[in-house]
Nanobody, 125 residues
Framework: QVQLVESGGGLVQAGGSLRLSCAASGRTFSVAAMAWFRQAPGKERELVACISWSGSNTDYAASVTGGFTISKDSAKNTLFLQMNTLKPEEAAVYYC??????????????????WGQGTQVTDYS
């Protein structure tokens, strides 16, 4: 089993920044794609950003391109999401996910077999 624990969420004003982290532990994989998804109340869970095993390839939802950056520290088994110039509509629960065995970026939600419990990002503008 893989355990994924997100942290870094909280209250943020429009235009503010947050940095989310996702610590992975448990079973290890030779390669794994990783991603951040988010789900707002009443909406489908959607991809925010994904990253390849090597970290050299990334993909972003069009709505966050230029404002968010996904990265990873493989030595520490940690995934990050730097979120800048946040908008009120980006308030949601943010989840990290792992797709074991994939070395490439994976944008499909169904590709990911392991999920964290999520961290809440709340707008207080």
């Amino acid at each position: 089993q893989v355990q994924l624990v997100e942290s870094g969420g909280g209250l943020v004003q429009a235009g503010g920044s947050l940095r989310l982290s996702c610590a992975a532990s448990g079973r290890t994989f030779s390669v794994a794609a990783m991603a951040w998804f988010r789900q707002a109340p009443g909406k489908e869970r959607e991809l925010v950003a994904c990253i390849s095993w090597s970290g050299s390839n990334t993909d972003y939802a069009a709505s966050v391109t230029g404002g968010f950056t996904i990265s990873k520290d493989s030595a520490k088994n940690t995934l990050f999401l730097q979120m800048n110039t946040l908008k009120p509509e980006e308030a949601a629960v943010y989840y990290c996910a792992v797709d074991p065995g994939s070395s490439q970026v994976r944008s499909q939600r169904g590709a990911y077999g392991y999920w964290g419990q999520g961290t809440q990002v709340t707008d207080y503008s």
